[in-house]
């Protein structure tokens, strides 16, 4: 069973930082797309940012030049820096993954258990 455990996430002052971290675990043969997604109470989840195999990265416009995305494929394991937070940071942070558990197999989505990130002013 493939499994996304995500780790990191807390409680910072506006202006503070955080790092999360996701590792996949499981019976997988390549990971291909890794990606950060965030939910608000009373909102839509939406996109943070992805990264590919190759390490092509794409942000949200609301956190270009805070947060970064990077990756550790050996390790199976995404990471998003968060720098200069903001109070509509504030959000559910989610893991997510696009990958194949076999050559045979098309790649499926596994998302993580999602973890909490609060900014306070």
């Known amino acids: 069973q493939v499994q996304l455990v995500e780790s990191g996430g807390g409680l910072v002052q506006a202006g503070g930082s955080l790092r999360l971290s996701c590792a996949a675990s499981?019976?997988?043969?390549?990971?291909?797309?890794m990606g950060w997604y965030r939910q608000a109470p009373g909102k839509q989840r939406e996109l943070v940012a992805i990264?590919?195999?190759?390490?092509?990265?794409n942000y949200a416009d609301s956190v270009k030049g805070r947060f970064t995305i990077s990756r550790d494929n050996a390790k199976n394991t995404v990471y998003l820096q968060m720098n200069s937070l903001k109070p509509e940071d504030t959000a559910v942070y989610y893991c997510?993954?696009?990958?194949?558990?076999?050559?045979?197999?098309?790649?499926?989505?596994?998302w993580g258990q999602g973890t909490q990130v609060t900014v306070s002013s």
């Open positions: 499981g019976s997988i043969f390549s990971i291909n797309r």
């Open positions: 997510n993954a696009d990958l194949k558990r076999s050559r045979y197999i098309s790649i499926e989505d596994y």
């Open positions: 990264i590919t195999s190759g390490g092509s990265t």
